[in-house]
């Protein structure tokens, strides 16, 4: 097996030369180059590229990579949520200040956009989380993706002024813009940090998992701290986040949130009508609030899955649905997450051109 650590991961010209089981570690959509690497991999391969098997710790995966033999388990999401169960966290909802929350460690395009349209749309009634030195959005970038003139027009006119935030322990370290966490887990900082001052004070949760170009679904801890707080998700950007969590018996509170925006194409469209379409919750703290007291059960039932942690079910579901020797890559990566340590590396294989050897990824 091979393992692919996606953020990091860029072609540099190796050669698969025989069928491999690829896992694919965390997101992987290049968005300054807008590219599947892992795709100009498996394209120049010796061997017929759909030999290969694909394993995306993910919900799903519909973009470019679909047609290849894969399957979609999010690993990572189990392991997160058993850390969540062995925090013994105590919920307490009966405490609503604010409209919603959203939580802002790294840059990425879409939490840029988001900070933009918080202000144009004139939004301040929030608890937040922006762990950075200082306001720095680089709008330039943004808009070389974007071709709707009203986006354009948006970022151009609006000044951001959210204040930033410092949410730490202690000896993590702070980036320019972010925080690197150290050994903390989520569940820690969840319940020591972000519990009591963030997530159970608001009313929604405007998530912004990390993925938003491609079409890929994948929920992080931002989901669990949302269900952990007893809000009502909304995903800013993200591909089919509240049809795939829905498929797994989550209450996704379409009677309240609309989550029409979740599926359009355009990746920006999904940030804007997030919020646009769903405004008069946003900017209405009573009536959210009103909301909140009448579904508690509900609330209550999405954060009974997670203890239950019906992510692991559905991975042990989907391990049993492939070959043995997938099915062996699976458990091992179920029965140990963290302790990976045999598996070949892209360097086992001849590299082409100038690729650089002892390249690790």
Not at 142 to 170: E, M
Not at 202 to 224: A, D, G, Q, W, Y
């Amino acid at each position: 097996m091979i393992e692919l650590f996606g953020p990091t991961y860029r072609y540099q010209g190796e050669v698969l030369d025989r069928p491999e089981i690829i896992y694919v570690n965390d997101h992987q959509y290049d968005e300054n180059n807008h590219c599947f690497h892992l795709a100009n991999l498996l394209k120049n391969s010796t061997c017929d590229p759909k030999q290969h098997f694909l394993i995306f710790d993910h919900l799903s995966h519909e973009d470019e990579l679909q047609d290849y033999p894969h399957v979609s388990v999010p690993v990572w999401l189990a392991s997160s949520a058993d850390e969540f169960v062995q925090q013994r966290i105590q919920p307490d909802w009966s405490q609503k200040t604010h409209v919603f929350n959203f939580m802002i460690n790294k840059p990425r395009p879409h939490r840029e956009f988001l900070l933009i349209l918080i202000k144009h749309f004139g939004l301040d009634n929030y608890c937040h989380s922006l762990a950075w030195r200082r306001i720095n959005i680089n709008l330039d970038s943004i808009k070389k993706s974007v071709n709707n003139n009203l986006y354009r027009k948006i970022i151009d006119s609006v000044q951001v002024d959210t204040p930033v935030t410092d949410y730490r322990f202690g000896p993590e370290i702070a980036l320019e813009q972010g925080v690197l966490n150290g050994s903390f887990k989520n569940s820690e900082t969840y319940q020591h940090l972000l519990q009591k001052t963030l997530f159970e004070p608001t009313c929604v949760s405007l998530i912004t998992e990390p993925m938003c170009f491609e079409r890929e679904s994948m929920h992080t801890e931002k989901t669990l701290m949302a269900i952990y707080g007893g809000t009502f998700p909304i995903w800013v950007g993200g591909w089919r986040l509240a049809d795939h969590l829905a498929a797994l018996g989550f209450d996704v509170f379409d009677d309240i949130i609309d989550h029409s925006y979740q599926d359009m194409m355009d990746p920006w469209d999904r940030c804007y009508y997030a919020i646009e379409r769903n405004l008069k919750l946003l900017q209405d703290f009573t009536r959210a609030r009103e909301l909140i007291a009448a579904n508690q059960h509900r609330l209550a039932h999405n954060m009974q899955l997670c203890q239950d942690n019906v992510f692991m079910q559905y991975c042990l579901e989907k391990t049993q649905q492939q070959t043995p020797a997938v099915q062996r890559v699976l458990d091992a990566l179920m029965t140990d997450y963290a302790g990976r340590s045999s598996y070949r590396s892209l360097n086992d294989y001849q590299l082409l051109g100038n690729a650089p050897q002892g390249t690790t990824y």
